[in-house]
């Protein structure tokens, strides 16, 4: 009996053994890219990059709170969530507490992969789940913008996280559920109008991150993806951006919140979209004109009445 009992101890070691060696596995960092990628060659191109950033809304989080220049990227704010509160990095490029010492291939895998380039997880507060559809040479050109901005001295505070999320391993198995890094594809049958629009919508701006439902693991839910859903922080809700929520609209009605922050009922759009209008009244107003055409072609999804439209 007592030799019966040992060989099934060691037998549920050798399991558990196993189990935790895969669980490793599965977990592991995945870089999007190896340091020699060539769509990241070359040195980039800045006008372009500056495109990229206002697009990917990167100033909304990084900019150094408490002070009116968007361009002093010096993170810090406080971005409530159910799970805790986040505090983006500073991307300024200084050299000791912003990203001056990253190369393009260590931007590329936090946007892309969502992987430090200590090789560590990232958690999802940045939206690298839309990111990861972005085009490699789109990271690049933000690389040469971000590298003309002034370097900003200064860490924000580490997040504020109970345990077990302190953990950036499990990041890893969420990732297996919820990151596909799928590039967006033009559809033949559709104008370049509206693939453009497509892009910018999925990609760089991650529209679905605020306009979609999540569910207990902080996901977008998919049969609520852009037909609105609460605020990260619990206040508020963003709305259903599609023809359920829409309806009626023109195209030039939404160009107009897009550039001005009107709405047709000649409400002015508040809380965090009044700084997304700023990013996107920088763009060219094709841009605008395509993110326009895109969101108006999106069939109708139901959602909650507090998230039924603007």
Known sequence: MRRVTIILGAAAAVLAATAGAGAWILTMPRPAFAGNAPKLAGPGDPVRGKLVFDAGQCASCHASPGQPDRLRLGGGMALESPFGVFHPPNISPDPRDGIGNWRTVDLANALM??????????????????????????????????RTLPPVAGKPPPHDLPFPLTIRRFVGLWKLFYLDR???????????????????????????????????????????????GQEQGG???????????????????????????????LRRVGSSMADVVTNMAALPEQDRIAIAAYVLSLPPRRSSDAASGW
Not at 123 to 136: F, G
Not at 235 to 247: K, M, S, W
Not at 251 to 264: I, S
């Open 113 to 146: 992969s969502g992987v430090r380039p200590d090789g560590s997880h990232l958690y999802p507060a940045l939206p690298y789940t839309s990111y990861a559809h972005m085009r490699p040479e789109d990271v690049r050109d933000l690389m040469a913008y971000l």
């Open 235 to 265: 206040v508020g809700y963003a709305p259903n951006i599609t023809q359920a929520g829409l309806r009626g609209w023109s195209a030039d009605d939404l160009l107009q919140v897009l550039t001005d922050g009107h709405t047709p009922g």
């Open 182 to 228: 799928s590039l967006v594809k033009d559809e033949p049958g559709r104008n370049s109008a509206w693939n453009r629009g497509h892009y910018l919508v999925t990609a760089l701006a991650h529209c679905a991150e605020c306009h979609s439902a999540r569910n207990m693991l902080g996901a977008i839910n998919e049969s609520s993806r852009f037909a609105g």
